[in-house]
């Protein structure tokens, strides 16, 4: 079992954007959010099949993007940026059932996901999350995800936080999280991950929380793990 870490927390980053003026704003920026994007978020909705949190009951309407939608935040132009859904920490028997919908690799725009401590969401990580290249957090940490990390997560290169423990996750931890050269914290610990731990690993430089602990990883601690 390999574990390093410090402190912990999601930061969740303030965006800015040039200045509109007025008219402009009226004038150009759509009134509803994009009704692709809305489907997408309607997909992963649709394959939660009990949610006690109650959360995705406030997902009516045409506006995904209206304050109403709870865990989903828009940039100007309406497309949708931010989707974070946590089980409240006031209640720990608060859960949600089902599977994560591959529709969700149909938010372009997307650059944090987060979706965390719900239990009971099951099945494999969809592979079309691996589009969703504008992403700097994906979390989906505490739930009870199957199968394999995907390969192609290697893709997404603007990824500065991957969180994916208290899972039963396995097989080998993909070499291919070593092009993820923007990584600054990583989370696999508390799943079924087997195999050694990727040489490619050294060319995360900019790492600072790496855990692996209580997996079944085999082989020596490469030394570059110290670097870390």
């Given at each position: 079992?390999?574990g390093?870490?410090d402190?912990?927390f999601?930061?969740?980053?303030?965006?800015?954007?040039?200045p509109?003026?007025?008219?402009?704003?009226?004038?150009?920026?759509?009134?509803?959010?994009s009704e692709?994007?809305?489907?997408?978020?309607?997909?992963?909705k649709v394959?939660?099949?009990?949610?006690?949190?109650?959360?995705?009951?406030?997902?009516?309407?045409?506006?995904c993007?209206?304050?109403?939608w709870?865990?989903?935040q828009?940039?100007?132009?309406?497309?949708?940026?931010?989707?974070?859904?946590?089980?409240?920490?006031?209640?720990?028997s608060?859960?949600?059932?089902?599977?994560l919908?591959?529709?969700?690799?149909?938010l372009?725009?997307l650059?944090v996901?987060?979706?965390s401590?719900m239990k009971l969401?099951?099945?494999?990580?969809?592979d079309?999350f691996?589009?969703?290249?504008r992403?700097?957090?994906l979390v989906?940490?505490?739930?009870?995800?199957?199968?394999?990390?995907?390969?192609s997560?290697?893709?997404?290169?603007?990824?500065?936080?991957?969180?994916?423990?208290?899972n039963?996750?396995?097989?080998?931890v993909?070499p291919?999280?070593?092009?993820?050269?923007?990584?600054e914290?990583?989370?696999?610990?508390?799943?079924?991950?087997?195999?050694?731990?990727?040489?490619?690993?050294?060319?995360?430089?900019?790492?600072?929380s790496?855990?692996l602990?209580?997996?079944s990883?085999?082989?020596?601690?490469?030394?570059?793990i110290?670097?870390f």
């Amino acid at each position: 079992m390999i574990g390093t870490r410090d402190s912990r927390f999601l930061s969740f980053s303030v965006f800015s954007y040039p200045p509109l003026s007025l008219a402009q704003t009226i004038s150009e920026a759509p009134h509803v959010c994009s009704e692709a994007d809305r489907a997408a978020l309607l997909g992963f909705k649709v394959k939660i099949v009990t949610d006690t949190t109650e959360s995705l009951s406030s997902w009516i309407g045409t506006d995904c993007c209206g304050e109403d939608w709870e865990g989903v935040q828009c940039n100007p132009a309406r497309r949708v940026i931010t989707l974070a859904l946590q089980r409240p920490a006031r209640d720990s028997s608060l859960y949600m059932k089902g599977t994560l919908s591959s529709s969700l690799g149909s938010l372009p725009f997307l650059e944090v996901l987060v979706i965390s401590g719900m239990k009971l969401i099951s099945g494999p990580i969809p592979d079309s999350f691996s589009k969703l290249t504008r992403l700097t957090q994906l979390v989906l940490e505490d739930n009870s995800l199957q199968g394999n990390i995907p390969l192609s997560f290697g893709q997404l290169s603007h990824l500065q936080t991957l969180f994916l423990a208290g899972n039963r996750l396995k097989g080998a931890v993909p070499p291919s999280l070593g092009n993820l050269r923007n990584l600054e914290l990583m989370n696999l610990e508390r799943n079924f991950l087997s195999g050694p731990i990727p040489s490619s690993f050294k060319t995360l430089l900019h790492l600072q929380s790496f855990d692996l602990s209580f997996n079944s990883l085999s082989g020596s601690i490469p030394e570059f793990i110290g670097q870390f």
